[in-house]
């Protein structure tokens, strides 16, 4: 992958302006600091790398991106009147394109709410959404985007608390990067531009893993909340039933498997 590779692959959409890094920090904060620039970054800007060394994820978590085998990018999305009423669809916007694109590949991806997408019960890739506001009116957010697409992406076991795997562990075969970001963000585009219709959530809740099975997530507390998944709510949180068939709703949180079900 370099820039040209990239910009040939990426020319039928309509980037904001791209940046392309061999080795960066972290896309993100690559992202962010260009957003903050005078001018700033159009909506739709992106930045690229073929090698994260300070890669992030939630709550001052790593995220590794390895030279010459995975995807790290970010994309700036302006604040609009699309945007705005839709904040907290977000996460879903970027799961949902990575899952569109993994099933056009043949695969059965699936996503465990609210960042993750599995592929045969391992992670393929995580999301990272980040804001900017001026005062309380939202500026622009960041969707920073990894996914391991060549076998030697996937990092060692004891570093993970979730099994991992890669596009070319599943498909067998290691696919071109550049085609499958295109892939990608041509989704987002087309989704991004329907992010508030009914036709949206029913989309990606019909990706969600672990519907209809007895799930529990940690919401800030060590007590579970644990429940049968139903499916989501029109701002994207998690609906659970409850034992009492009482429904709960998850706002935060990661959701998984509960192991005693
Ligand atoms: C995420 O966080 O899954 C969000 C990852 C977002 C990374 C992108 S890369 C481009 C952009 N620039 C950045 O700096 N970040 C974004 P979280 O749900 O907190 O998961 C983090 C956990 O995933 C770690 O604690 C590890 O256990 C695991 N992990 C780290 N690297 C991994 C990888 N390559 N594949 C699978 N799991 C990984």
Redesign the pocket.
């Not at 890669?55 to 709550?59: E, N």
């Not at 978590?61 to 991106?65: A, L, V």
């Given at each position: 992958m370099n820039e040209n590779s990239l910009k040939k692959a990426l020319s039928k959409l309509k980037l904001g302006g791209l940046r392309y890094f061999d080795s960066i920090g972290?896309?993100?904060d690559e992202a962010l600091a260009w957003a903050a620039t005078e001018g700033g970054a159009a909506d739709l800007s992106l930045v690229v790398a073929d090698e994260?060394t300070q890669?992030?994820?939630?709550?001052n978590?790593?995220?590794?991106?390895p030279k010459g085998s995975?995807l790290?990018?970010?994309l700036i999305l302006r604040s609009s009147e699309t945007l705005r009423p839709n904040l907290s669809r977000t996460v879903g916007l970027a799961a949902l394109s990575i899952a569109e694109s993994c099933s056009k590949n043949g695969l059965t991806p699936s996503i465990k709410w609210p960042?993750?997408i599995l592929i045969n019960g391992k992670?393929l890739a995580?999301?990272?959404v980040e804001t900017v506001w001026s005062g309380d009116e939202l500026d622009l957010l960041v969707i920073?985007?990894?996914i391991?697409v060549f076998k030697s992406?996937?990092?060692p076991v004891d570093?993970?608390?979730?099994p991992?795997t890669s596009l070319e562990d599943e498909l067998g075969t290691p696919p071109n990067r550049e085609e499958v970001l295109s892939s990608i963000l041509e989704a987002l585009i087309h989704w991004r531009a329907r992010m508030g219709t009914d036709e949206f959530i029913k989309a990606w809740e019909n990706q969600l893993a672990f519907r209809g099975q007895q799930v529990q997530t940690f919401a800030g507390t060590d007590v579970p909340v644990v429940g049968e998944l139903l499916g989501l709510e029109p701002d994207g949180s998690l609906r659970l039933l409850d034992k009492h068939r009482k429904s709960i709703v998850v706002r935060f949180g990661d959701v998984s498997l509960r192991p005693d079900a």
């Open positions: 972290s896309t993100n994260q890669g992030r994820g939630r709550l978590r790593k995220w590794f991106t995975a790290a990018f970010s960042n993750d992670k995580g999301i990272l920073g985007v990894g391991n992406s996937v990092p570093l993970l608390q979730f991992a």
